[in-house]
């Protein structure tokens, strides 16, 4: 589906030069951009552009809601940045036309004809965003259980300690252990946002689900 939307809008709108697609939190999944381009920073750039542009609506105490859309327009290549999903979003990069007549309405007929062709179906986006998030899930509790270990060891070390030890080498292994431990709290807590993240996911999907079996 979502090749088969990249080609569609490359198909229909030739100014185009290049699609990207990222989540909320800058990773990209989907983009025409080669690997010569720094992928990761460019989606951790698109992603910070949206976020600074919401925070300078806080700084000046106006309604922060879901954007729609951002414009940034050049002489040569412009782009328009969309909303797609609740944590997805699109940017199109394009040359502008040559016709100067047609250069006020460009990008407002650019944004109609892209918003036409953009039918991406919201459970897919939010399948995308339940495995990005599970596959950080397990990231997450890979590292909990690796410093889990190292604190059994630190424990251990300090259960062995020979009393002749000068006390600055005790503490030197508790200050250690007790950091590792506010990591693992940190950590911890993440875990916990990430599946609840998930679960309401998931739970929009069963919702969904069961309203489309309802009205069929």
């Given at each position: 589906?979502?090749?088969?939307?990249?080609?569609?809008?490359?198909?229909?709108?030739p100014?185009v030069k290049?699609?990207?697609?990222?989540?909320?939190?800058?990773?990209?999944?989907?983009?025409?951009?080669?690997?010569?381009?720094?992928?990761?920073?460019?989606?951790?750039?698109?992603?910070?552009?949206?976020?600074?542009?919401?925070?300078?609506?806080?700084?000046?105490?106006?309604?922060?809601?879901?954007?729609?859309?951002?414009?940034?327009?050049?002489?040569?290549?412009?782009?328009?940045?969309?909303?797609?999903?609740?944590?997805?979003?699109?940017?199109?990069?394009?040359?502008?036309?040559?016709?100067?007549?047609?250069?006020?309405?460009t990008?407002?007929?650019?944004?109609?004809?892209?918003?036409?062709?953009?039918?991406?179906?919201?459970?897919?986006?939010?399948?995308?965003?339940i495995?990005?998030?599970?596959?950080?899930?397990?990231?997450?509790?890979?590292?909990?259980?690796?410093?889990e270990?190292?604190?059994?060891?630190?424990?251990?070390?300090?259960?062995?300690i020979?009393?002749?030890?000068?006390?600055?080498?005790?503490?030197?292994?508790?200050?250690d252990?007790?950091?590792?431990?506010?990591?693992?709290?940190?950590?911890?807590?993440?875990?916990?946002?990430?599946?609840?993240?998930?679960?309401?996911?998931?739970?929009?999907?069963?919702?969904?689900?069961?309203?489309?079996?309802?009205?069929?």
């Open positions: 589906m979502v090749f088969k939307n990249i080609s569609r809008i490359k198909s229909a709108l100014e290049h699609v990207v697609m990222f989540y909320n939190n800058g990773t990209i999944f989907q983009t025409t951009f080669e690997q010569s381009i720094n992928i990761p920073k460019l989606g951790e750039n698109l992603a910070e552009l949206i976020n600074h542009i919401l925070n300078v609506y806080e700084l000046c105490n106006f309604k922060v809601d879901r954007y729609k859309k951002l414009i940034f327009e050049t002489e040569d290549i412009s782009v328009i940045i969309l909303k797609l999903g609740e944590e997805s979003n699109i940017a199109l990069f394009f040359k502008k036309e040559e016709d100067q007549e047609l250069k006020l309405s990008i407002k007929r650019y944004i109609t004809r892209i918003e036409e062709l953009i039918d991406m179906d919201e459970k897919e986006l939010i399948l995308h965003e495995l990005s998030k599970e596959e950080e899930l397990k990231k997450l509790h890979l590292l909990l259980n690796n410093k270990e190292n604190i059994q060891q630190l424990q251990k070390k300090i259960s062995s020979d009393k002749s030890e000068p006390i600055e080498f005790l503490k030197g292994i508790e200050k252990k007790h950091s590792i431990e506010e990591e693992c709290l940190k950590l911890k807590k993440d875990i916990t946002t990430y599946s609840e993240d998930i679960l309401k996911l998931r739970e929009f999907i069963e919702k969904d689900k069961k309203l489309d079996e309802f009205s069929n």
